[in-house]
């Protein structure tokens, strides 16, 4: 079974500031992960999809690292803003044939004070 | 292009009753899944469609929970009866391909009274 854990629960931070969100999962087994931001009240919208043959993907402000080995990732969101206030989410799929069904861990709320 | 809808946004009902919820995928998506999060807890898969197929249901709670999609399009996911641990937030997703990126519908908010 997978289990995805997030650290830390929350995060403040003043704006502009660079910061790191950290996701480990335990079962090494993947083939891909997902990074996601919620805002309140609202659905998911996909950030970032790392493959595991890869080790980082980037997207403007955000870089996602991936250690498939070590079973961890970080996003690192560069010279923050406060409109990045969301809660962000990682997943991962298991890697079985055919299955495609996302772990989630419980998030980090960050809040980007102005 | 139009993202993944979901309705109702939010249902109350009360103990007993039967909800359906509905999930539009983005067009030209097979793969269609369903995902809720009750209180407090961390995003559950619950089943996953590729077209009309059932491909993996593993995570379906009981038999009270009836998932379809007729057609390979759109899909209803119905509570029957709902209980009051059947209350949270119930997303929809839906990918090109089995291991492409997910995409989310804003998700349906359930209140079981």
């Known amino acids: 079974k997978q289990e995805v854990t997030q650290i830390p629960a929350a995060l403040s931070v003043p704006e502009g500031e660079n910061l790191v969100l950290n996701c480990s999962f335990t079962d090494s087994a993947i083939y891909n992960l997902q990074w996601f931001r919620q805002d309140p009240g609202k659905g998911l919208t996909s950030l970032l999809l790392?493959?595991?043959?890869?080790r980082e993907q980037t997207s403007g402000r955000l870089n996602a690292s991936l250690d498939k080995s070590s079973g961890r990732s970080t996003l690192y969101i560069a010279a923050s803003q406060p409109g990045d206030s969301a809660t962000y989410l990682c997943?991962?799929?298991?890697?079985?044939?055919?299955?495609?069904?996302?772990?989630f861990g419980t998030g980090t709320r960050l809040t980007v004070i102005p | 292009e139009a993202g993944v809808t979901q309705f109702p946004s939010h249902s109350v009902i009360e103990k007993g009753q039967t909800v359906t919820l509905r999930c539009d995928p983005i067009s030209g998506h097979d793969n269609l899944y369903w995902y809720r999060r009750v209180m407090g807890k961390e995003i559950k898969f619950l089943l996953h469609f590729v077209k009309e197929s059932k491909q993996d249901e593993s995570g379906m709670p009981n038999n009270r929970f009836l998932a379809e999609r007729t057609g390979g399009t759109y899909s209803t996911l119905k509570v029957q009866p709902a209980e009051l641990e059947d209350s949270g937030v119930y997303f929809c997703?839906?990918?090109?391909?089995?291991?492409?990126?997910?995409?989310f519908g804003p998700g349906t908010r359930l209140t079981v009274l």
């Open positions: 997703a839906s990918s090109l391909t089995t291991y492409n990126e997910q995409f």
């Open positions: 790392i493959q595991s043959s890869q």
């Open positions: 997943a991962v799929p298991l890697d079985q044939t055919g299955a495609n069904n996302l772990f």
